[in-house]
């Protein structure tokens, strides 16, 4: 356990934040995760539109049965 603590404790002092760096990368990490969105939006539209159309299919399909 100690010796877990203590490579733990090496890494963290390894690690430096870069405040400069913040002004590089924040924008493409924006771009990135408007892209995300925009594909899980897509995507739920999509099977949105796919559920209307089998439904329009079934709801068609019952009332010619109830006849």
Do not use: R
């Amino acid at each position: 356990m100690l010796n877990l603590l203590a490579k733990l404790g090496a890494i963290s002092m390894a690690l430096e934040l870069h405040p400069d760096s913040w002004k590089e990368t924040l924008p493409i990490m924006v771009i990135g995760m408007v892209g995300i969105f925009l594909v899980i939006g897509v995507i739920i539209l999509i099977t949105y539109g796919l559920n209307k159309l089998s439904q329009n299919g079934k709801k068609k399909g019952k009332k010619k049965e109830d006849k």
